[in-house]
């Protein structure tokens, strides 16, 4: 199950490229090798976002009313762009990592952790812009038909999609987004996008220095990371001075002018702004989880709790430690609180699924895992519905999910080829 959306697509893009060899780039205008078509784009664009919004931490929902903020600046932009029509979507992730991402069709992502690091709407601009191209000019879709190039060889064995770490974990469809939405872009792409999502400012009424002041942004940002999450941002869109150059050229050939938005912005970020102490502690509990501190995590998790106890993650957290601490009791009330205040985010249905496992309750369990894995599949997800199906004497059931984990890497799957071969045998 883990390369069967990778496969499906690839199968169809080989199939159209018996009909199909170059097409226009919407953006561009110049002739491109198309093997997916733009339906094949629309569904698939459609079947990852969600998955791949919930394996970049969900939702910000705490703040509606930023989220439709976004939303209108991006459908300016999109207004304004090559392609218009396509079915554009925007949503801020709840991540303090600093990044934004686009899927194929126009399926858009930014994190609040990038959100914070602007100062005007004409930033933010920036930021959608350049993310409008690169759904625009289908530089995803062109990355994973490079991908199935390479890969068209190996398919068949099952290891087109790479023994990553998400890999092994994350199945079905939400791995491949994953990895669309994760992946680096070359120069020629970003440079692409700035220079059309610059276009596309002006004509949506935004000042284009805001792209030179954005790209200049991300520069010193790269020079000065300590912390591994500003990774995410550099490895999938590689900052450098040649694009804040290139840039400022553009600004300076179309001239000043057009809006900025700094005072809207601030009112409209002034939620997530007042929210942010408790994000830091947050991100502290979990630098001290890698240090093996868990008294000090936390205590960190408490005090964010204490700044905003309506976020769901930190009561997530919070049961993650608990668990640890072999308090499972507490550990499912932290879990429940986390489920009721975000009940569509699969990791926390996973959660509470395996604390209800480690305490013998199958129905409880089955039930979030079997959630969990509709939203977002996972190797321990099926290996637990397996066991439970052992526990309560399904052994065809048992068969299907140990199959289903089986074809993940790591402990888990070994633990499942382990099972699923007692089972069979026995």
Not at 88 to 98: C, G, R
Not at 333 to 347: C, E, H, I, Q, T
Not at 363 to 380: S, Y
């Amino acid at each position: 199950m883990r390369n069967r959306s990778y496969r499906r697509w690839l199968a169809l893009g080989m199939a159209v490229a018996l009909t199909s060899g170059c097409a226009v780039n919407p953006v561009t205008g110049e002739s491109q090798l198309s093997l997916i078509s733009e339906s094949q784009e629309m569904a698939m664009g459609a079947e990852q976002y969600i998955p791949t919004q919930q394996t970049q931490g969900g939702q910000f929902y705490l703040d509606p009313n930023l989220t439709f903020y976004v939303s209108e600046v991006g459908n300016k932009l999109a207004a304004v762009s090559d392609r218009p029509d396509l079915p554009y979507e925007f949503v801020i992730l709840n991540s303090s990592v600093p990044n934004a991402w686009a899927l194929p069709s126009g399926k858009i992502a930014i994190n609040r952790g990038l959100l914070t690091q602007l100062e005007d709407e004409a930033q933010l601009a920036s930021v959608l812009g350049h993310e409008i191209v690169h759904a625009a000019a289908r530089h995803s879709v062109q990355r994973m038909q490079t991908g199935m190039i390479l890969n068209a060889g190996m398919a068949g064995l099952g290891m087109a999609m790479g023994d990553s770490g998400l890999a092994n974990v994350i199945m079905g469809s939400a791995n491949l987004g994953s990895q669309l939405a994760l992946a680096q872009y070359g120069q020629g792409d970003e440079l692409e996008s700035d220079r059309f999502g610059i276009r596309y400012m002006v004509k949506a009424g935004y000042d284009p220095m805001a792209a030179v002041e954005l790209q200049q942004l991300f520069v010193n940002m790269s020079q000065g990371q300590e912390a591994n999450y500003l990774s995410s941002l550099f490895a999938t869109h590689p900052p450098s001075q040649t694009r804040v150059n290139r840039n400022l050229e553009m600004a300076r050939e179309i001239g000043p002018g057009g809006t900025r938005g700094r005072e809207q912005f601030q009112r409209k970020m002034a939620r997530l702004n007042a929210l942010q102490p408790a994000y830091d502690a947050y991100d502290e509990a979990t630098a001290l989880i890698r240090q093996e501190d868990f008294d000090g995590a936390m205590a960190k998790v408490n005090e964010a709790l204490e700044i905003e106890p309506d976020e769901a993650m930190f009561h997530a957290l919070r049961g993650q430690l608990l668990t640890r601490a072999g308090n499972t009791a507490e550990a499912a009330r932290a879990f429940d609180k986390a489920v009721s205040l975000y009940p569509d985010m699969f990791s926390y249905r996973l959660y509470r699924g395996l604390n209800a496992f480690a305490r013998n309750q199958y129905p409880q369990a089955r039930e979030d895992l079997t959630e969990a894995n509709r939203i977002v599949p996972t190797a321990i997800g099926f290996l637990r519905l397996g066991d439970i199906a052992v526990a309560e004497n399904r052994q065809e059931d048992a068969v299907r999910f140990y199959q289903t984990a089986a074809q993940a890497g790591g402990q888990v799957g070994e633990e499942a080829r382990r099972k699923l071969a007692k089972l069979t045998q026995g």
